[in-house]
């Protein structure tokens, strides 16, 4: 084997560990993003449920004991409808934040498609 090929097979194989470290840190900050986002939305998740528990919580408490005979159900329902509402609006939040991103690794599929299409003949 000439000197040159010898260096010319350690250049490419260089050069293809250095893609591959280059592919894999992409992969892993991905990885973290998506692990964030998934904390994002069950946080979000938990908070509607319990936004809701309290409004059905504030809305029989509201219903029992705190207004009189003739405002009872008016108050009840009020209540009712704060809490119903402003757990919706986090639902929509939510919703949002979650579908602003795009499908998981897509940078790290599209680098790797790049890479099969320059190794292509």
Same mark, same amino acid.
């Given at each position: 084997?000439?000197?040159?090929?010898?260096?010319?097979?350690?250049?490419?194989?260089?050069?293809?560990?250095?893609?591959?470290r280059t592919r894999f840190e992409l992969f892993g900050t991905e990885l973290r993003e998506? +692990?964030?986002?998934?904390?994002?939305?069950?946080?979000?998740? /938990?908070?509607?449920?319990?936004? *809701? #528990? !309290?409004? &059905?919580?504030?809305?029989a408490l509201a219903f029992i004991v705190w207004m009189g005979e003739a405002n009872r +159900?008016?108050?009840?329902?009020?209540?009712?409808?704060?809490? /119903?509402?402003?757990?919706?609006? *986090? #639902? !929509?939040? &939510?919703?949002?934040?979650?579908?602003?991103?795009?499908?998981?690794?897509?940078?790290?599929?599209?680098?790797?498609?790049?890479?099969?299409?320059?190794?292509?003949?």
């Open positions: 084997m000439s000197a040159g090929l010898l260096e010319s097979v350690q250049n490419l194989l260089a050069g293809l560990v250095d893609l591959g998506e +692990l964030a986002r998934l904390a994002a939305t069950l946080l979000g998740g /938990l908070a509607v449920l319990v936004l *809701v #528990a !309290l409004g &059905l919580a504030f809305g +159900l008016g108050a009840t329902i009020g209540v009712a409808v704060f809490f /119903l509402v402003f757990a919706g609006a *986090v #639902a !929509l939040w &939510l919703r949002r934040v979650t579908g602003e991103k795009p499908r998981a690794f897509e940078a790290t599929l599209s680098e790797l498609q790049r890479d099969l299409t320059a190794i292509k003949p």
